[in-house]
């Protein structure tokens, strides 16, 4: 009999889990910046492209920015877990892209504009190399590093980062309240230049984020799961 109570539980603890399972989810950005000495690049250029481009490329040296709302994901039930999280970039060669690494971050300050302006909100800080964040964009965290090689225009790059405690407690926050999810990135040597889609090119996907997610469990399969445990003990009982 006890064999069979186990038995039992163990079934309905699998069917809610099941009912709630791992999802994955994505969205593309709503808004990006090419940061630049100038501050973000102007024009439609500024948001048609992508660019992460190492101090030895002067002028141009730049890190990026890209914002993500919460509610693109699509969710219907509010956040417990995330279990994965990537960065997809699209390919936009141009003739000076070169390879090199980049860093990636999440930051908190979802604030600071990131469209152009007099005096530009963020610049690139030639005192912080290779980064040129300076003390921009903070606090952040740090989620991991790729590599970047020139290929042909609209060749993927997925890059699979990681998050602290910290940074998974505060993206769950931003997800579960609708909030903007920033994410940075940044060179991680002098020669890079990493050439992106924007999220209003043309024909190429903008930067887009992708989570693995497990949902809250519904109150409705919590209360199954208790009437299902009691029917089995009040069966228990009587037979006994």
Do not use: C
């Not at 860093?103 to 909100?121: C, E, F, M, R, V």
């Amino acid at each position: 009999m006890r064999v069979r109570i186990v038995l039992a539980v163990s079934l309905l603890l699998a069917l809610v889990a099941g009912a709630h399972a791992q999802l994955t989810v994505s969205a593309e950005a709503v808004n990006n910046a090419t940061v630049q000495p100038a501050g973000p690049r102007t024009g439609s250029a500024g948001k048609n492209f992508f660019n992460i481009e190492g101090n030895n490329n002067g002028q141009f040296a730049s890190f990026g920015v890209a914002d993500f709302n919460a509610s693109n994901f699509g969710l219907t039930l509010p956040v417990a877990d995330i279990t994965g999280i990537r960065l997809i970039l699209t390919e936009d060669r141009a003739a000076f892209s070169a390879a090199g690494g980049i860093n990636i971050w999440l930051t908190k300050d979802t604030t600071t504009s990131i469209d152009p302006g007099t005096p530009p909100p963020l610049k690139w800080n030639a005192t912080d190399l290779p980064n040129g964040l300076g003390a921009q964009l903070q606090p952040r965290y740090y989620l991991g590093s790729g590599i970047y090689t020139p290929t042909a225009d609209g060749t993927i790059f997925e890059h699979t980062l990681s998050l602290t405690p910290e940074a998974k407690s505060y993206l769950i926050s931003q997800l579960n309240s609708g909030g903007t999810i920033r994410i940075v990135v940044s060179p991680a040597d002098d020669a890079v230049a990493a050439t992106y889609a924007g999220y209003s090119h043309s024909s190429l996907a903008g930067p887009t984020l992708t989570l693995d997610l497990v949902p809250v469990p519904e109150p409705a399969s919590i209360t199954a799961l208790a009437i299902g445990v009691a029917g089995i003990l009040w069966r228990r009982r009587r037979t006994a």
